[in-house]
């Protein structure tokens, strides 16, 4: 049975965010025939047929000063034109703090079954069958939507997204946004001063723990962060403790990562820091503590002081 697909793509320092890639790749995997048709809401700027070499079908671009910078009620009346007009049977968005606030809202506006946090999506039996952790990733749950429209948002990093094609076309067009009485305006964006690499879709995170002991302790992670082009994070303990930035913390109420390569420092392995972090395709933990629960996830351990293990690491990696 074909599907026809419509992502919601998204734009971040002025780059189409990668899950918006793997969420058309996802789109492809239950699309059987059908269209994917990807939109930008409100982000002109960016090159928009890159969704299409990536995949997508079609682009459609909604224009509207409103939706320059992401309000609830200004999206969902501009997804929900978009809707009614394309009538598509799923809706997929990344996981991310827009897809988290925006889908839901959506799916309830729509009577739509909501499949939230997907790692992986497939047909089988005819039905769209997602795969979804649950109990802060101790286990997976495959669920379905029964009937009718289909809403999901899908982690970053777990659908391999498609190579671009460089010769593949597709249309592009424009949309005006209606006119919406926003109850929400935004007034100043305030971006913090960020340096490097975007945690959510390293592919090397080194992150540090109440070991790492002092936000100069830190120095030495983004030493080898550096080195190996990933980003830094950090378990609660340490951002509690002021040794970093919240918006480093991974973990079941911080971001959650799934890099080739996660680094943990002088981090013990609590449940709610591996649920953060527990999917990442390799583990190494340095710790001094050779019980440390870490170890019964890492696929390498170093048991050892991280002041030490750390320098040396990046001394090794720079020589490589
Ligand atoms: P610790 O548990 O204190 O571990 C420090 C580790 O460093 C130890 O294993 C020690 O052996 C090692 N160490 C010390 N010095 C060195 C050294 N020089 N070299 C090498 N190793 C060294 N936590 C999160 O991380 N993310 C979350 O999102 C999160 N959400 C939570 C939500 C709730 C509702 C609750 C109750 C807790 C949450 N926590 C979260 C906290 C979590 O339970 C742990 O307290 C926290 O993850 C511990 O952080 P840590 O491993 O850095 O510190």
Not at 72 to 87: C, F, H, I, R, T
Not at 193 to 215: E, F
Request: glycine share 10%.
């Amino acid at each position: 049975m074909a599907r026809n697909i419509l992502v919601v793509a998204e734009v971040r320092n002025g780059a189409i965010r990668p899950v918006s890639f793997e969420c058309i790749a996802a789109g492809r995997e239950i699309a059987e025939g059908g269209a994917i048709t990807a939109v930008l809401l409100g982000q002109q700027g960016v090159d928009a047929s890159e969704l299409i070499r990536r995949g997508a079908d079609r682009v459609v671009v909604v224009k509207g000063d409103h939706l320059a910078n992401y309000t609830p009620d200004g999206w969902l009346s501009a997804l929900q034109q978009v809707y009614l007009q394309e009538k598509p049977d799923v809706v997929l968005m990344g996981h991310t703090g827009i897809g988290r606030d925006l889908l839901p809202r959506f799916a309830m506006r729509n009577a739509a079954g909501m499949i939230s946090d997907a790692i992986a999506v497939k047909v089988e039996g005819g039905q769209v069958v997602f795969t979804r952790p649950i109990y802060a990733g101790k286990a997976y749950a495959t669920q379905v939507v029964k009937d009718g429209l289909i809403v999901a948002t899908i982690r970053p990093n777990n659908v391999a997204a498609l190579e671009a094609d460089p010769g593949r076309t597709g249309d592009v067009s424009e949309a005006e946004a209606a006119s919406v009485h926003l109850r929400t305006v935004v007034k100043e964006v305030v971006r913090k001063a960020t340096t490097g690499v975007d945690l959510t879709a390293a592919k090397v995170v080194v992150a540090g723990g109440r070991g790492v002991r002092s936000a100069e302790g830190f120095k030495p992670l983004y030493e080898l962060a550096e080195v190996l082009g990933g980003a830094v994070g950090a378990s609660r303990a340490a951002a509690d403790a002021g040794y970093c930035d919240y918006a480093l913390q991974i973990g079941q109420t911080g971001k959650t990562v799934t890099p080739d390569l996660y680094i943990a420092c002088g981090i013990s392995g609590a449940i709610q820091h591996l649920a953060g972090m527990s999917a990442s395709k390799v583990i190494v933990a340095i710790n001094k503590d050779p019980d440390a629960p870490i170890f019964k996830v890492a696929d390498y351990g170093i048991v050892g002081d991280l002041f030490e293990v750390v320098p040396l690491l990046t001394r090794e990696f720079k020589a490589l």
